[in-house]
């Protein structure tokens, strides 16, 4: 009983590694989801002090440059194509790191968005976080599912439907966001 207990124990051990290391991996929606609602939430939680403000809006303002040039150019070559092929590499790349020739452009900007949002907004926000902004997760998954399930086997609306899934991935205006706060 007590090897069986152990042989458990060890196979257990080996088993939860491998599983957690798995899943470290985002793919690109994720990690875009990810970095606009905690972004937002960063300017939210730093604008309601007037002496952060201007500092949490230029931090604000670049990464926002910085995501729409990656969903713009993106959105662009993936309607010129007329085919979401780059789309599926870059979600790939991101899901397995192994780099890829054609979408080295986006690699880096994307790569660019994850140094700049880890030092200046997730750091930052691990000390102080919240949870006020699961209303509009809930709207942007509700799009998304509209997006995807209106979708037919015709190329050019599926492209067009990944591109809007893209759009909702942009970070909103801050004066929206400064507007809640008042």
Wanted: charged share 20%.
């Amino acid at each position: 009983m007590k090897k069986t207990l152990s042989i458990i124990c060890l196979l257990l051990l080996l088993y939860f590694p491998m599983v957690a290391q798995k899943n470290t991996h985002q793919g690109l929606m994720n990690r875009l989801i990810d970095t606009k609602y905690n972004t937002e939430l960063y300017l939210y939680t730093h604008c309601t002090s007037q002496n952060q403000k201007d500092s949490a809006l230029a931090i604000y303002n670049e990464l926002r440059w910085k995501i729409d040039g990656l969903i713009y150019q993106l959105s662009a070559d993936m309607i010129t194509s007329n085919s979401p092929r780059k789309m599926r590499l870059l979600n790939d790349w991101c899901l397995t790191n192994k780099p890829k020739k054609a979408i080295d452009t986006y690699i880096y900007q994307l790569n660019e968005i994850e140094k700049f949002y880890a030092t200046n907004i997730r750091d930052e926000l691990t000390k102080t976080r919240t949870l006020n902004l699961t209303t509009n997760v809930f709207y942007l998954l509700k799009d998304s599912w509209t997006i995807l399930n209106g979708l037919s086997d015709i190329k050019t609306q599926k492209t067009m439907a990944l591109v809007n899934l893209l759009d909702q991935a942009r970070l909103s205006d801050p004066l929206v966001i400064i507007k809640q706060i008042k």
